[in-house]
Nanobody, 114 residues
Framework: QVQLVESGGGLVQPGGSLRLSCAAS????????MGWYRQAPGKQREPVAI???????IYADSVKGRFTVSRDNAKNTVALQMNSLKPEDTAVYYC????????WGQGTQVTVSS
């Protein structure tokens, strides 16, 4: 079993920045992808940024150039640096670890509002 714990959400004004972090613990597989998804009220959960075991990054079109995903394999952590935040980025953000199955964190709220 894998446990994921997120931190770093909060309230920020449009144009501001936030950094989300996620730490994995437990029976961590040897090769896995990690990343971030988000779910806004009334909408389906959607992928935001993924980083593969080999370090390849994949971003949603809506966040390209604004968000950066990174991971530290030695510490089993993944981070999401979010810059130039927009009101439409408001959502609950979930950390994900994926091998043959997916593990999820509990989610952290990000609110972008003036």
């Amino acid at each position: 079993q894998v446990q994921l714990v997120e931190s770093g959400g909060g309230l920020v004004q449009p144009g501001g920045s936030l950094r989300l972090s996620c730490a994995a613990s437990g029976s961590i597989p040897s090769f896995y992808a990690m990343g971030w998804y988000r779910q806004a009220p009334g909408k389906q959960r959607e992928p935001v940024a993924i980083i593969t075991g080999g370090g390849r990054t994949i971003y949603a079109d809506s966040v390209k150039g604004r968000f950066t995903v990174s991971r530290d394999n030695a510490k089993n952590t993944v981070a999401l640096q979010m810059n130039s935040l927009k009101p439409e980025d408001t959502a609950v953000y979930y950390c994900n670890l994926h091998t043959d199955i997916s593990y999820w964190g509990q989610g952290t709220q990000v609110t972008v509002s003036s």
